[in-house]
């Protein structure tokens, strides 16, 4: 028996229609996977769900009646709980891990006026022993990583009594193990009959955990597969094409060397290493979190200093600074967290296309500060067309694109002038199959420098480079010429 029946939603902003006639079941204790390129409807229909908006048209009705919350509030008390992807919401830096877990209680008024605490330690204990979880109730919020904050997270939605949790990219920001943690805890929920709509760029999630597929394109459901899922059917109906799956050939020739590491220590204790990395070539290094693929590239932006060893950029010594020294010698970088280190907030000067393109240009294209020439706007609608922007103009908000388009921008804006070595922490995150297929290519395309990724994920590693490296406890590996399935036994 279904749980929730989603019928011919019909969903419109302006003359962008979002949705346009999308329909799915969600059964008892079923897990099903919402797949979709961005901008195929996946984040309007959730949204729907959760009480976040209204659906234009359509109907939906959960346990036989109709379904229409208006408020995220209405829609959990009718047990429809959403949990985000970003997690720093969940609680606050300064509370502990018991007052995050209470938070919605405090909010709603189920708890007493008077409160100690003691009885806030004795209901969230008993919250976290019906979710089967187990936190240090006095450690504080901030110190947590992604992976226990997903956890604080599902387990206030199970106090909420969910019978529909829904799940936005969750292991975007974990590790391999943390993800595997996470697999077991919707595994859990499920054998307990909650039912699960898991959203995921992640063809590796979708595998070990959804019982069918649902395909989301234009806005209207286009397929549905059942397990064991044929992922390279189900990737072609997302961006209505075949997909090119073929890796690319590792290049027979490449450039002079532009990057060179000599007994590079990322800390004292880690063992030194070596890698060179020449003109056209792209190099992936990947690893489980925490294994240094990100000091490394922070360090060769300026923004930390190697505890020893020696960098070469293009046979001279390099070591900057700060990331304006970086830059001044062609060293570019995409970090990690794109909303953080690459967006201005919403609704500040700045937050344009063509303003996030030209930011850390601006001394060297208006040398005098007047912005006459109109240059932004001019390479802004260059890499609209070169990356397959979708976007209404250079003057978009870069907040009303997808994750794929500002990801696409954040390239652009390093593209815009040349440089010797460009660095991409996960630049992948977040971004779906025919976005990536359009980076990969923008990425492969420029022979006039060199390129180093940092990824977690051993299939994008192998997609994207002409070489993968392994990091493990902050040093390199042997490199590693063979598949996925290898590199991720090396990673165990």
Not at 215 to 234: K, N, Q, Y
Not at 289 to 295: F, I, M, P, V, Y
Request: include cysteine; aromatic fraction near 4%.
């Amino acid at each position: 028996m279904s749980l929730i029946e989603i019928e011919n939603i019909h969903r419109s902003f302006g003359s962008t229609r979002a949705l346009a006639g999308a329909s799915l079941g969600i059964g008892r204790g079923e897990i099903v996977a919402l797949m979709g390129a961005n901008g195929a409807g996946k984040s309007t229909l959730v949204k729907i769900l959760s009480g976040v908006q209204t659906s234009d048209s359509g109907s939906i009705r959960m346990n036989g009646r109709a379904y229409a919350p208006q408020t995220p509030a209405a829609a959990a008390a009718l047990g429809v709980v959403t949990v985000h992807q970003s997690t720093d919401l969940v609680g606050i830096p300064d509370l502990t891990v018991a007052d995050a877990l209470l938070l919605n209680h405090f909010v709603d008024g189920r708890q007493p006026f008077f409160l100690t605490r003691r009885s806030v330690r004795r209901t969230a204990a008993t919250i976290l022993s019906e979710a089967g979880f187990d936190l240090p109730l006095e450690r504080r919020f901030s110190e947590l990583g992604p992976a226990d904050r997903q956890l604080i997270a599902i387990a206030r939605a199970l106090s909420m009594k969910a019978q529909l949790l829904i799940l936005d990219e969750p292991t975007a920001s974990l590790s391999t193990e943390e993800a595997g943690r996470l697999y077991q805890t919707v595994l859990g929920l499920k054998a307990r009959g909650i039912s699960v709509l898991y959203i995921s760029h992640r063809t590796a999630d979708i595998a070990a955990l959804a019982d069918r597929a649902v395909v989301l394109r234009g806005g209207r459901d286009v397929a549905t597969f059942t397990r064991p899922i044929d992922f390279d059917e189900a990737i072609a109906a997302m961006i209505g094409r075949p997909l090119n799956a073929a890796r690319p050939q590792a290049r027979a020739s490449c450039g002079r060397v532009v990057l060179e590491l000599r007994a590079v220590q990322l800390h004292r204790r880690a063992q030194p290493f070596d890698l060179q990395v020449r003109e056209g070539e792209v190099v992936a290094i990947t690893g489980v979190l925490g294994a240094g693929k990100s000091r490394l590239l922070s360090a060769l932006f300026g923004t930390h200093h190697l505890a020893g060893g020696e960098v070469l950029l293009d046979g001279r010594v390099y070591a900057p600074r700060d990331p304006a020294d970086a830059i001044a010698a062609g060293v570019v970088m995409a970090a990690e967290d794109r909303h953080r280190s690459s967006l201005m907030p919403r609704d500040w000067p700045g937050e344009t296309i063509a303003a996030t393109i030209s930011l850390p240009h601006l001394p060297r294209w208006y040398p005098k500060g007047l912005m006459l020439s109109g240059r932004e706007t001019r390479e802004a609608g260059k890499a609209i067309s070169r990356l397959g922007i979708k976007a209404q103009s250079p003057g978009q908000s870069i907040w009303a694109l997808s994750g794929g388009n500002q990801q696409k921008v954040v390239l652009a804006r390093w593209e815009a002038e040349p440089s010797r070595l460009l660095l991409l922490d996960e630049p992948f995150q977040g971004v779906d199959v025919g976005a990536r297929q359009d980076i990969i290519a923008a990425i492969r395309a420029d022979r006039s420098r060199a390129t180093l990724i940092a990824t977690s994920d051993t299939e994008e590693a192998l997609e994207v480079a002409d070489r993968v490296l392994v990091m493990d406890h902050h040093s390199l590996r042997p490199e590693h010429q063979g598949s996925a399935p290898a590199l991720l036994e090396e990673h165990a």
